[in-house]
């Protein structure tokens, strides 16, 4: 390691010195993840879109991956944490277009920008494997696995109504398309359908469109979220919602083949999708989507169908509302035999179902508006029950009930009813899915090129592996899509016949570029595949993930995908990419989320990058928001000051004493330097006892990401050494112990300062690759030994406060005796409808104590779910014993600790857990 001066000065200014350790940890390859690790361990933060800057949600993010990742590597995993670069998108576009330069070129500054903010941050990543998806080495794989998707049916080129952006003047898939409340001109609440990056009120067109077809994988994906134990519960609820699940019943209807109004096109039944099977009876109408195949072979024939779905599909979402046209066609009911109108409704949507419902006015709310429009036949077939009413024909009684008018279902409840309905040769049980295939076709420039050709007589055809990549092209600015307006990228020849073809123009989604870029990361130099699959396959799955909530049903539904796909087409074993994911919550500034537009940022280095790491890490949990203030970042720079100043004071010491004592100055130690007796005091033993304690509490809070918890320890730790130090002049051994550990627990978290304190004690090698602090005794009751100490400590405070006593001589702490310890644990561990006292009496040591043990157990037996956990008697014991000097310290008395005995006046009030407490 490059050697340097350390400064003994007692204040700790990390701009001097992250400079030094950033040289010194790539030097020593601190970050570089070894080709053929023993115990992987892959710890990733959702990489950040180039957007030129990095923000404090940034922050947020990457400390919690970094501390995470320091910690395990420090624990002895081979930890893989990378970076890369989210680089294509229409923003890019947009911010090139504004400042009068190239997409690519503005990219590329702004990943040297963010890079370099990154580094300073004191971030440590592998950037040996650093990728960015604009380059053409990386999206040449997208492209790559865009044709064998192809191949092995999961894309579809259809046209289709799509969302439309006006102002991004793009498409959206509908993951992309959100509900936005706006204050109406008449100051009511309205609802528009906005798009996800500019919130500009989304359109709909007509489009030939390139899908992946992810419904294939609904079910899959669906069933798998109950094994993602370690994403946080809304995530998944989430994608639950988001795919659909939807458990019903699939119903027959006979298209009548010719009526006085129409005759029927030769087609198939009409098949319905329902969750309300009980209410069947009151279906009067049948309603098709715009997009059903049954409404184009009307349209062919009828005018007036033709008419309205053109105008149905041109229209805007919501624009056509309850709007709908008779078709003259009717259908047959399969259970009542009754004839039905079937119209072309506006709200049935093409891909719901079956894109056709049967119409219940009485029990569906959006079927009642209809009938009302249509002027259509309200039948009620459920009556309500309980305190339920209903309001038909009014408004519709959408609750289960009892069956009425349904014929020899009439009594039955809706469950039973539907039960016996599903065995009706027109009815088949089914399940459908809300979840729609992907689109991913993008009318913009900075994206991946979608490798597809168009041949008038080949129709669409894949471009050619050996052809691949299909690079962009020069930008030149236009208005639409630049790619189109660029004849020799579309001019082309087709790869099947020869004959003259046109380039596909559209580019991908660029949630493609990261559905898949955490596999690039495990073999980013390997040219004749994607990723090396017995890498992927030795490192996967991700084992902890870290990023916002927001894309619960965007990039982390997507990486589901892909994963399961890229195992179907053999590349992979695992199907699900992430073991644990980790939700960063929001940092907030005057109640409002940090942002540049609302004047609210704070740039991540105004404060320094250690103080600001440390402030995001311990003022929350990471899956909570919360608010910026500069008092709490004082806090933070205050509490390293803390650390710095006592491993200095200590160092300063011990150098100071070795001096004097060699020159053969001084024999006895002055205050604030080092006791070097052999033989350690209770006192003593009681820190390192809480060393050990220290240690196993830190070590659970950073396996569970609660980094806020592991500063709060490390800041009750640091108080018991400064509390230590001035009750006695500390014992050498101990001392130096507690520091080099509390070094080591703060080392993932503020790395900088963890280096420096690791220096200033002579430690040799880094911190950042040292071995985590083990306990040196069991630590398996640690919480229990905390509790017992902080409990007593209160009760002695409460019993001088209410008796008054300002100055004790003697605080006298007894433990109880051992039966009852035996009687606690049995009533303890005794089963829910156990009768306690009897099976605590039962116990010979237990009742040999008569009366007395006849109490305890009663009051066992009243308290018996309030019950804790327990330490044997001489264990609580010896945990008082060393604790002693807390209370000496506070209360300034002797403190003595000893058991109960048969014959003492204490001994009934003494408990486990809880001693009895003579205060003198």
Same mark, same amino acid.
């Given at each position: 390691?490059?050697?340097?001066?350390?400064?003994?000065?007692?204040?700790?200014? $990390?701009?001097?010195?992250?400079?030094?350790?950033?040289?010194?940890?790539?030097?020593?390859?601190?970050?570089?993840?070894?080709?053929?690790?023993?115990?992987?361990?892959?710890?990733?933060?959702?990489?950040?879109?180039?957007?030129?800057?990095?923000?404090?949600?940034?922050?947020?993010?990457?400390?919690?991956?970094?501390?995470?990742?320091?910690?395990?590597?420090?624990?002895?995993?081979?930890?893989?944490?990378?970076?890369?670069?989210?680089?294509?998108?229409?923003?890019?576009?947009?911010?090139?277009?504004?400042?009068?330069?190239?997409?690519?070129?503005?990219?590329?500054?702004?990943?040297?920008?963010?890079?370099?903010?990154?580094?300073?941050?004191?971030?440590?990543?592998?950037?040996?494997?650093?990728?960015?998806?604009?380059?053409?080495?990386?999206?040449?794989?997208?492209?790559?696995?865009?044709?064998?998707?192809?191949?092995?049916?999961?894309?579809?080129?259809?046209?289709?109504?799509?969302?439309?952006?006006?102002?991004?003047?793009?498409?959206?898939?509908?993951?992309?398309?959100?509900?936005?409340?706006?204050?109406?001109?008449?100051?009511?609440?309205?609802?528009?359908?906005?798009?996800?990056?500019?919130?500009?009120?989304?359109? +709909?067109?007509?489009?030939?469109?390139?899908?992946?077809?992810?419904?294939?994988?609904?079910?899959?994906?669906?069933?798998?979220?109950?094994?993602?134990?370690?994403?946080?519960?809304?995530?998944?609820?989430?994608?639950?919602?988001?795919?659909?699940?939807?458990?019903?019943?699939?119903?027959?209807?006979?298209?009548? /083949?010719?009526?006085?109004?129409?005759? =029927?096109?030769?087609?198939?039944?009409?098949?319905?999708?329902?969750?309300?099977?009980?209410?069947?009876f009151g279906a009067t109408y049948l309603a098709l989507s715009p997009g059903h195949d049954l409404a184009a072979?009307?349209?062919?024939?009828?005018?007036?169908?033709?008419?309205?779905?053109?105008?149905?599909?041109?229209?805007?979402? @919501?624009?056509?509302?309850?709007?709908?046209?008779?078709?003259?066609?009717?259908?047959?009911?399969?259970?009542?035999?009754?004839?039905?109108?079937?119209?072309?409704?506006?709200?049935?949507?093409?891909?719901? @179902?079956?894109?056709?419902?049967?119409?219940?006015?009485?029990?569906?709310?959006?079927?009642?508006?209809?009938?009302?429009?249509?002027?259509?036949?309200?039948?009620?077939?459920?009556?309500?029950?309980?305190?339920?009413?209903?309001? !038909?024909?009014?408004?519709?009684?959408?609750?289960?009930?009892?069956?009425? /008018?349904?014929?020899?279902?009439?009594?039955?409840?809706?469950?039973?009813?539907?039960?016996?309905?599903?065995?009706?040769?027109?009815?088949?049980?089914?399940?459908?899915?809300?979840?729609?295939?992907?689109?991913?076709?993008?009318?913009?420039?900075?994206?991946?090129?979608?490798?597809?050709?168009?041949?008038?007589?080949?129709?669409?055809?894949?471009?050619?592996?050996?052809?691949?990549?299909?690079?962009? $092209?020069?930008?030149?600015?236009?208005?639409?899509?630049?790619?189109?307006?660029?004849?020799?990228?579309?001019?082309?020849?087709?790869?099947?016949?020869?004959?003259?073809?046109?380039?596909?123009?559209?580019?991908?989604?660029?949630?493609?570029?990261?559905?898949?870029?955490? !596999?690039?990361?495990?073999?980013?130099?390997?040219?004749?595949?994607?990723?090396?699959?017995?890498?992927?396959?030795?490192?996967?799955?991700?084992?902890?993930?870290?990023?916002?909530?927001?894309?619960?049903?965007?990039?982390?539904?997507?990486?589901?995908?892909?994963?399961?796909?890229?195992?179907?087409?053999? !590349?992979?074993?695992?199907?699900?990419?992430?073991?644990?994911?980790?939700?960063?919550?929001?940092?907030?500034?005057?109640?409002?989320?940090?942002?540049?537009?609302?004047?609210? =940022?704070?740039?991540?280095?105004?404060?320094?990058?250690?103080?600001?790491?440390?402030?995001?890490?311990? =003022?929350?949990?990471?899956?909570?928001?919360?608010?910026?203030?500069?008092?709490?970042?004082?806090?933070?720079?205050?509490?390293?000051?803390?650390?710095?100043?006592?491993?200095?004071?200590?160092?300063?010491?011990?150098?100071?004493?070795?001096?004097?004592?060699?020159?053969?100055?001084?024999?006895?130690?002055?205050?604030?330097?080092?006791?070097?007796?052999?033989?350690?005091?209770?006192?003593?033993?009681?820190?390192?006892?809480?060393?050990?304690?220290?240690?196993?509490?830190?070590?659970?809070?950073?396996?569970?990401?609660?980094?806020?918890?592991?500063?709060?320890?490390?800041?009750?730790?640091?108080?018991?050494?400064?509390?230590? +130090?001035?009750?006695?002049?500390?014992?050498?051994?101990?001392?130096?112990?507690?520091?080099?550990?509390?070094?080591?627990?703060? /080392?993932?978290?503020?790395?900088?300062?963890?280096?420096?304190?690791?220096?200033?004690? @002579?430690?040799?090698?880094?911190?950042?690759?040292?071995?985590?602090?083990?306990?040196?005794?069991?630590?398996?009751?640690?919480?229990?030994?905390?509790?017992?100490?902080?409990?007593?400590?209160?009760?002695?405070?409460?019993?001088?406060?209410?008796?008054?006593?300002?100055?004790?001589?003697?605080?006298?702490?007894?433990?109880?005796?051992?039966?009852?310890?035996?009687?606690?644990?049995? =009533?303890?561990?005794? /089963?829910?409808?156990?009768?306690?006292?009897?099976?605590?009496?039962?116990?010979?040591?237990?009742?040999?104590?008569?009366?007395?043990?006849?109490?305890?157990?009663?009051?066992?037996?009243?308290?018996?779910?309030?019950?804790?956990?327990?330490?044997?008697?001489?264990?609580?014991?010896?945990?008082?014993?060393?604790?002693?000097?807390?209370?000496?310290?506070?209360?300034?008395?002797?403190?003595?600790?000893?058991?109960?005995?048969?014959?003492?006046? !204490?001994?009934?009030?003494?408990?486990?857990?809880? $001693?009895?407490?003579?205060?003198?």
């Amino acid at each position: 390691m490059t050697e340097r001066r350390i400064s003994m000065a007692r204040r700790y200014n $990390p701009s001097q010195v992250t400079e030094y350790w950033q040289h010194v940890w790539a030097e020593n390859g601190v970050y570089d993840c070894p080709e053929s690790p023993e115990n992987p361990t892959y710890v990733l933060g959702m990489f950040p879109y180039t957007s030129g800057a990095l923000h404090m949600g940034h922050v947020r993010n990457y400390a919690i991956t970094d501390a995470y990742a320091r910690y395990r590597r420090m624990c002895g995993d081979d930890v893989l944490h990378p970076m890369g670069w989210d680089a294509f998108g229409l923003p890019a576009e947009n911010a090139a277009f504004e400042r009068d330069t190239d997409p690519e070129s503005w990219t590329r500054t702004c990943i040297e920008r963010m890079r370099d903010e990154l580094e300073r941050m004191g971030f440590g990543y592998d950037w040996s494997r650093e990728i960015t998806t604009c380059d053409p080495e990386y999206y040449r794989w997208n492209q790559w696995l865009f044709t064998q998707f192809y191949d092995e049916g999961l894309v579809d080129y259809r046209g289709a109504a799509a969302n439309w952006c006006p102002d991004c003047e793009t498409v959206l898939a509908d993951a992309q398309v959100y509900d936005h409340e706006f204050e109406g001109e008449d100051g009511t609440t309205e609802t528009a359908e906005v798009c996800w990056r500019c919130e500009t009120p989304v359109g +709909r067109r007509e489009l030939d469109q390139w899908f992946l077809s992810i419904t294939d994988y609904a079910a899959e994906l669906h069933a798998g979220l109950d094994d993602l134990e370690g994403w946080p519960e809304g995530v998944r609820d989430i994608q639950r919602n988001w795919i659909g699940r939807q458990e019903g019943a699939r119903v027959t209807f006979e298209v009548e /083949a010719e009526t006085a109004d129409a005759a =029927a096109p030769d087609s198939d039944p009409v098949d319905v999708f329902t969750t309300r099977l009980d209410t069947l009876f009151g279906a009067t109408y049948l309603a098709l989507s715009p997009g059903h195949d049954l409404a184009a072979e009307i349209a062919t024939e009828n005018p007036e169908v033709a008419e309205y779905v053109d105008g149905v599909r041109a229209a805007d979402p @919501g624009e056509s509302g309850m709007t709908g046209v008779d078709t003259g066609l009717t259908a047959t009911h399969p259970l009542t035999g009754e004839t039905v109108p079937i119209y072309v409704a506006a709200y049935v949507l093409d891909d719901v @179902g079956t894109g056709a419902v049967m119409g219940v006015p009485a029990h569906n709310e959006r079927d009642h508006t209809f009938a009302a429009a249509q002027d259509l036949p309200v039948r009620q077939v459920i009556e309500p029950v309980g305190d339920a009413t209903a309001d !038909l024909p009014d408004e519709p009684h959408t609750e289960d009930g009892i069956l009425t /008018a349904s014929g020899e279902y009439d009594g039955l409840s809706s469950a039973a009813a539907r039960e016996q309905l599903r065995g009706h040769d027109a009815v088949e049980s089914d399940v459908t899915y809300r979840l729609r295939d992907w689109l991913i076709s993008r009318q913009r420039y900075w994206g991946t090129p979608i490798p597809t050709v168009h041949c008038g007589d080949c129709g669409p055809v894949p471009v050619p592996e050996d052809e691949l990549p299909v690079e962009l $092209p020069e930008y030149v600015q236009t208005t639409g899509n630049p790619l189109a307006e660029n004849d020799e990228f579309v001019e082309t020849t087709c790869p099947e016949c020869g004959g003259p073809a046109e380039r596909e123009t559209d580019t991908m989604d660029t949630f493609v570029d990261s559905s898949w870029y955490f !596999l690039r990361y495990l073999s980013p130099d390997v040219e004749g595949a994607p990723f090396d699959t017995e890498v992927a396959d030795e490192w996967l799955p991700v084992d902890a993930y870290v990023g916002g909530e927001e894309h619960a049903i965007l990039h982390l539904l997507y990486i589901r995908f892909f994963t399961r796909a890229l195992a179907d087409l053999g !590349l992979l074993d695992t199907r699900e990419p992430v073991e644990q994911l980790v939700n960063q919550g929001t940092v907030l500034k005057n109640g409002r989320k940090m942002s540049k537009s609302k004047g609210n =940022a704070i740039a991540p280095h105004e404060y320094g990058a250690e103080t600001t790491r440390l402030f995001v890490l311990s =003022a929350a949990h990471p899956r909570q928001d919360f608010e910026w203030t500069v008092k709490n970042v004082k806090t933070a720079y205050e509490f390293q000051q803390e650390l710095y100043g006592m491993v200095a004071e200590f160092t300063e010491s011990v150098a100071r004493s070795a001096t004097e004592r060699s020159s053969g100055e001084g024999t006895e130690p002055r205050d604030g330097e080092i006791d070097t007796r052999t033989e350690s005091q209770p006192h003593d033993a009681y820190l390192e006892r809480e060393i050990d304690r220290t240690i196993a509490a830190v070590t659970t809070e950073y396996d569970r990401f609660r980094f806020h918890q592991v500063v709060g320890e490390l800041r009750r730790f640091a108080s018991l050494l400064r509390r230590y +130090r001035d009750y006695e002049s500390p014992y050498k051994y101990a001392y130096s112990r507690a520091l080099r550990t509390l070094t080591a627990l703060v /080392a993932p978290i503020a790395p900088y300062l963890g280096e420096e304190l690791w220096h200033l004690l @002579g430690e040799a090698g880094l911190v950042a690759t040292a071995d985590w602090p083990t306990a040196l005794h069991d630590v398996d009751a640690f919480r229990i030994e905390r509790e017992l100490v902080r409990t007593t400590l209160d009760d002695v405070r409460d019993i001088t406060e209410v008796v008054d006593i300002d100055d004790p001589e003697k605080i006298e702490i007894v433990v109880a005796q051992d039966w009852k310890y035996r009687a606690y644990d049995i =009533a303890r561990t005794a /089963a829910d409808d156990t009768a306690v006292v009897g099976q605590v009496m039962d116990d010979e040591r237990v009742r040999n104590h008569g009366e007395a043990a006849v109490d305890f157990a009663a009051s066992l037996g009243d308290r018996r779910a309030e019950l804790e956990p327990t330490m044997a008697p001489d264990r609580e014991r010896e945990v008082l014993t060393q604790a002693a000097w807390l209370f000496e310290d506070e209360f300034g008395a002797v403190a003595t600790v000893r058991q109960a005995e048969d014959e003492d006046d !204490l001994a009934a009030k003494a408990e486990p857990n809880r $001693p009895a407490i003579h205060i003198h």
